[in-house]
């Protein structure tokens, strides 16, 4: 019996299993890889240059809590852009609404430190559980509806449109983690030709950019102290008097981003200027 490779040239065998998006060019370049990789850069910034505020409630296991969940979003961003390269777009929607989880989670529990923790009871108990790993959180569900029903942050609220377009990105999500169409198989196999990838990575740009202008929005309205550069602190540090007025000035980082992705929604940079007390 003949041997199969020397039926089929090895030529045609390495054809049958190559990527399809290896050497697409319009694929390559999309602005998603552009959308990421900036994210990725401000979060791993919040992280490493961000300032130690510690946070309320929590008296071991952890400093700051926004800047432990900010370098795990990199992370699961970064894994999002890897597989997205290799042309796994069903992969990428996953780890999309990973990112969503993570973003539901920090936010939920400054939110809940907020309305718990006070000087009669500083340790807010079921956040040092979590942090012990001795609890869990409430559903996303739960813990969304006490970020949209956070009277403080009412007005922001209103700015999004969750009963709609972050229900869509959810739902999208969801459907993809769970293969809820035979769609969302395909689109995980860079063998085949598929019309549709452009179209996901436009869908995957503009959901991934609403779910971060999200966290930007509330994380910083939460915590507008977050958002300020080193220099008035620096001074301090080196025994210098701080210039007038820096202490609310913005570390690039932020107001890199906030040009770049935040302006694109102007009534949320509006409220953000307006609300912060920050030189936005």
């Known amino acids: 019996m003949q041997n199969p490779k020397q039926i089929i040239p090895d030529t045609i065998i ?9 050497t697409d060019k319009e694929y390559q370049s999309h602005k998603i890889y552009s959308l990421l990789n900036s994210l990725i850069d401000f979060y791993n910034a919040v992280y ?45 929607y996953a780890l999309m609404r990973k990112y969503n989880d993570g973003i539901i989670v920090v936010l939920y529990i400054n939110i809940y430190i907020k309305q718990n923790c006070s000087i009669e009871k500083f ?9 012990d790993n001795k609890r869990k959180l409430p559903s996303s569900e739960k813990m969304m509806k006490v970020i949209r029903n956070y009277k403080p942050l009412e007005d922001l609220e209103q700015l999004f449109d969750f009963d ?7 739902r999208l999500a969801n459907g993809n983690t769970h293969y809820n169409k035979l769609y969302y198989l395909w689109l995980n196999n860079n063998m085949i030709y598929n019309s549709n990838r452009i179209k996901e990575l436009d869908v995957l740009y503009y959901y991934t950019l609403q779910l971060f202008i999200f ?43 906030f ?19 920050m030189n936005l």
């Not at 961000?50 to 894994?79: E, Q, Y």
């Not at 509330?218 to 007038?244: I, K, T």
């Open 48 to 92: 490493v240059f961000g300032p130690d505020f510690i946070t309320n409630g929590i008296v071991k296991g952890v400093l700051n809590i926004d800047k432990v969940v900010c370098a795990s979003l990199s992370g699961t961003l970064d894994s999002m852009r890897v597989v997205l390269k290799e042309g796994r777009i069903n992969d990428a």
């Open 123 to 131: 340790i807010v108990d079921d956040m040092q559980q979590w942090v």
């Open 14 to 22: 390495m054809d049958l299993f190559e990527s399809q998006v290896a």
């Open 215 to 257: 966290h930007f929005a509330y994380m910083y309205s939460l915590n507008p102290h977050y958002m300020m550069s080193s220099d008035y602190v620096d001074a301090l540090d080196l025994g210098f008097q701080p210039e007038e007025g820096s202490q609310y000035w913005v570390a690039g980082y932020v107001s890199n981003v």
């Open 164 to 170: 709609d377009l972050y229900l869509k990105i959810r």
């Open 259 to 277: 040009e770049k992705y935040i302006l694109t929604r102007p009534e949320i940079a509006e409220y953000m200027r307006k609300h912060s007390g």
